[in-house]
């Protein structure tokens, strides 16, 4: 089990990267749906499967939406691909940042650390990740108006930045 988490882990690492490094519109998307489902699968092996399913759906049917319409509007005749010689060289220095930070903080992990939402579930009515997901709503349900309302402004920025100089409010007059 715990290589499989590792697996995860690096999996996430890698999709993250591959948002980060940003060569089109297409290939952020397909990097955010492959950070989407491993960051999910860290959360089931762990006992949190009702956490993750909701944020896997709210984050594709929220997220990827904003994306779809950017893909769309901001249609490049020759998108940069992930081999090419800029993308890689961003590859390159954030796979050299995850290296120090590994490097630095190595000697704190350990397979012992990592344990499961259920661990105790001898003292527990509930599984965790319900009752988790209940005080996630309970008391962040202000923190939810604005994070939507947050996101809304967001697509609305992104679709008026990806209109073009010519036609939308960022234009020389």
Known sequence: MTYLVSLLLMAL??????VASNPAPYFAALGLVVAAGVGCGVLVSHGGS???LVLFLIYLGGMLVV???SAALAAEPFPEAWGDRSVVGYVMIYLLGVGLMVGVF??????????VID??????????????VAEM??????????????????????????????RGTIRAV
């Open 106 to 115: 190595w000697e704190g992990w350990y397979e012992g650390s990592w344990v």
């Open 137 to 166: 709503y309970s008391y962040g349900g202000g923190m939810l108006v604005i994070c939507a309302w947050v996101l809304l402004l967001t697509l609305f920025v992104v679709l008026e930045l990806t209109r073009g100089l010519s």
């Open 13 to 18: 690492i890698v999709g993250l990267i591959a």
């Open 67 to 69: 994306f779809a319409y």
């Open 50 to 52: 009702f956490l993750s």
């Open 119 to 132: 661990g105790l579930k001898e003292f527990s009515v509930l599984r965790g990740d319900t009752s988790g």
